[in-house]
């Protein structure tokens, strides 16, 4: 691993907007921006910029949904164009993730209805709406059972793992994958020191993986990794937003 | 929030009587608008209004296609407005409903005039119901269009055929040709239409009897006029709406051509920009050049979100929060942890000038204590980071909460930064 390391810093890497392979896009999220909403959340990443809004419980589900449960409602709304299949996939992705980390039996038989708009889009589209739902959502006061933060990477002809990829980097690396990971709030409790490695002895299961593109198992597991590692980064982040 | 639409008798009777005595319940007077803010996003042909907390983005696209047969030399223009559920729990998905369509016509009538090839498609997404959403939404558009730049396309000479489109690299793209701006303003209906107000918010479009729409330009020419059903005016109050409208658009309108202005002298700026940069790109270090733009849009970048705040209700509190570039490698021995409060780069930018016009939140007291957790967390971080850290803070510290009260100061501080 060291050895990649190397190869990095010898200056072969550097991406387009001169960012290491490893470097992140800076962050921004802000809450609350909406009136009518209960909840709501912008969540930026770079020029990517997503808008979430989240009704709480409203009485009733649809048809095919299990009423001894809460049911999630995710919209998603492309910034131009009519909404197709890639928006549907979006949303039965978000719908996944979502009802993965929302305790649904704490509201049976109602809906809670996520919509996100796309504000502008630079690259990791998905990873960006992922984060911004959850911060919605927290804002909102939905009760979560932990958090689900999300991660894009691309994997380069040569090997090589770019974080958080912009439109231009996605057009060009080889596989792309999309990881969505839960933290739990025992990270959030344990003293941290800069550069131990607290990742590890927590809990980080993987709420959602979408891949693009034909990778080895080395490879996917290399991008698990280094989006494992981000996540929890990105969960400090947020965390700390919250605290303020 | 509460479902608006079903007001109890009292909320109605206060709003009613209160707009009898010449009072609106957010304190304006009858004819006064409520303070309007127009972001212009990094893209040519994005723009997001707010108008008091009614919350509006518009987008253009264009689309190579062919004319109709009829009219060989005009494009077409289409509006596709949706209500979001996002605005409004009343709001569904799918089909737009019959108040979506009514926006859509309303702007496709004002706007009605394009001179190019391209099929120009403006979308205009709702994002929160404020009230007087046509207005808004009208605002979007304009700026939206004022911006928008296509891309340039020859027909080749030899068979008339064949079109190419030239890439935005090779030649600069053009903007549409807007001949005058038409500006919606909208005016409800109270008592038997003999009250009338502008620019209503959903309460008091609730409670109001009718509404109707004028769409007029600077030269007071009348574009659009939409009264559709609701009580019924007299003529003379009537022209009276037309009058009114006819100031308030040359406001208006001097609003969008302010930031349209300041959008295009950015879009230089960023042009010229763009050589020097990809020259440095080669030799330096890419977190330091990464650190200039953040300097010159930290500010600037709060501002932006600050701005999504409301001033008027004390008790939510709404959170803004940046992160710096984490600049971590999970395997080196230089790890940090610096994903704290290094204000950055927000996506769309604004210049000083149009900043200094939006109004004044709560945001620097944040600042300050901001400010003083950062230099607590400036432990053994990255050699890169620690050059990061103590260039943000020092500009941080240039604004204090006097700055706040003063802006004169602040506009002064500002542009020293940007120089």
């Known amino acids: 691993m060291t050895h990649e390391l190397v190869m990095v810093e010898e200056g072969d890497d550097k991406r387009v907007d001169g960012r290491t392979p490893n470097q992140m896009r800076p962050l921004s999220c802000s809450r609350n921006v909406l009136h009518r909403a209960h909840g709501s959340a912008r969540w930026s990443q770079g020029e990517t910029s997503v808008l979430a809004s989240v009704y709480g419980p409203k009485s009733g589900t649809r048809k095919g949904e299990n009423p001894e449960k809460a049911s999630i409602e995710v919209i998603w709304k492309p910034r131009t164009g009519q909404i197709g299949k890639t928006e549907k996939e979006y949303e039965m992705i978000l719908k996944g993730t979502l009802q993965n980390i929302i305790i649904l039996t704490e509201n049976p038989n109602t809906t809670t209805s996520v919509t996100l708009q796309v504000m502008s889009d630079d690259g990791s589209l998905l990873s960006c709406g992922i984060n911004a739902a959850c911060a919605a959502l927290l804002d909102a006061g939905v009760q979560l059972k932990q958090l689900a933060i999300a991660i894009c990477c691309g994997l380069t002809n040569d090997g090589t793992v770019l974080l958080d990829p912009s439109k231009i980097e996605e057009t060009k690396v080889r596989a792309f994958a999309c990881f969505a990971i839960t933290n739990s709030p025992l990270s959030a409790l344990s003293e941290v020191t800069p550069g131990s490695d607290k990742g590890k002895s927590l809990e980080n299961g993987i709420v959602t993986s979408i891949t693009y593109g034909s990778m080895q198992e080395s490879d996917f597991f290399h991008c698990l990794e280094r989006g494992r590692a981000a996540t929890s980064r990105i969960s400090e982040f947020l965390r700390k937003n919250l605290k303020s | ?419």
């Open chain 2, 1 to 419: 929030m509460g479902n608006v639409s079903r007001m109890t008798v009292n909320e109605r009777k206060f709003i009613e009587t209160a707009i009898l005595n010449d009072l609106r319940i957010d304190g304006r007077r009858p004819f006064n608008y409520r303070p309007l803010t127009i972001k212009l996003g990094r893209e040519d042909g994005s723009s997001e209004v707010h108008l008091g907390q009614t919350h509006v983005m518009a987008y253009v696209t264009a689309q190579l296609s062919q004319p109709y047969r009829d009219r060989p030399n005009e494009g077409s223009f289409s509006v596709f407005s949706e209500f979001s559920p996002m605005a409004d729990p009343l709001f569904e998905i799918g089909r737009p409903g019959e108040s979506a369509i009514e926006l859509g016509r309303v702007i496709d009538r004002g706007l009605r005039e394009s001179k190019a090839i391209d099929a120009v498609r403006l979308d205009i997404h709702i994002l929160d119901n404020g009230g007087n959403l046509i207005d808004a939404a009208n605002i979007a558009a304009l700026s939206a269009l004022s911006t928008f730049r296509r891309p340039e396309c020859t027909v080749s000479e030899d068979d008339g055929q064949e079109v190419t489109i030239h890439p935005p690299e090779t030649r600069e793209p053009l903007p549409l040709i807007i001949h005058h701006l038409p500006v919606a303003i909208t005016f409800a209906f109270f008592n038997e239409g003999n009250i009338l107000v502008i620019d209503p918010s959903n309460h008091e479009e609730i409670v109001s009897g009718g509404r109707m729409t004028v769409s007029i330009n600077t030269n007071s020419e009348i574009c659009a006029i939409q009264k559709a059903g609701g009580e019924g005016v007299m003529s003379g109050v009537v022209m009276q709406c037309m009058r009114i409208a006819s100031m308030k658009a040359a406001d208006i309108t001097k609003e969008i051509k302010n930031s349209v202005e300041i959008f295009d002298n950015e879009r230089t700026l960023r042009k010229i920009k763009r050589h020097s940069e990809v020259a440095t790109l080669e030799i330096d270090v890419p977190d330091s050049s990464m650190n200039e733009t953040s300097q010159l849009h930290h500010i600037t970048g709060l501002k932006n979100h600050t701005d999504l705040i409301p001033k008027s209700e004390p008790n939510t509190i709404s959170q803004v929060f940046i992160g710096q570039a984490s600049n971590w490698d999970p395997y080196s021995m230089k790890t940090s942890s610096h994903l704290s409060k290094h204000f950055v780069a927000s996506p769309s930018t604004l210049s000083p000038s149009h900043v200094n016009r939006v109004v004044e939140t709560i945001s620097l007291p944040k600042l300050e204590k901001n400010q003083t957790e950062n230099t607590t967390m400036d432990n053994d971080g990255v050699i890169s980071m620690a050059v990061e850290t103590s260039s943000v803070t020092k500009t941080k510290n240039m604004l204090t909460l006097k700055d706040a009260v003063d802006k004169k100061r602040k506009m002064k501080k500002k542009m020293k930064n940007v120089k």
